[in-house]
């Protein structure tokens, strides 16, 4: 099963990533001003990533490959990792397909301001 989890960034935005059963990270969201909204990113890659449509393969100036999951208004739900390889990307799209549906959330957005606190 995979797990969405949910972090804070320095800058206050708050984002996710999509992990695989091992842990790897396998999309990235983009940053979020509200973690209401975080969530929404989330529900969203689960409704869009059944369909085969929704992702968009790219390759970057270094020649690597890498995908974003697509919302139907066309705005970037989620980024990939880079891959060497199709086959490689493929297996990535596969896996966020493997992995969404059941996954669960792990909120760690107040684990910095804990740290701070402690620190103090």
Avoid: H, P, W
């Amino acid at each position: 099963m995979g797990k969405f989890v949910m972090t804070k960034r320095i800058n206050g935005e708050y984002q996710f990533n999509l992990k695989s059963k091992n842990g790897l990270v396998i999309l990235t969201s983009e940053g979020y001003s509200t973690k209401q909204n975080c969530e929404l990113g989330i529900e969203s890659v689960k409704r869009f990533a059944e369909d085969e449509t929704s992702f968009e393969k790219n390759t970057a100036s270094d020649g690597k490959l890498y995908f974003n999951l697509k919302a139907s208004n066309g705005q970037i739900i989620g980024t990939s990792q880079m891959y060497g390889s199709d086959f490689a990307m493929e297996k990535g799209i596969a896996s966020v397909k493997s992995n969404v549906a059941d996954a669960t959330i792990e909120d760690k957005t107040n684990k910095r301001l804990i740290q701070i606190l402690s620190a103090s």
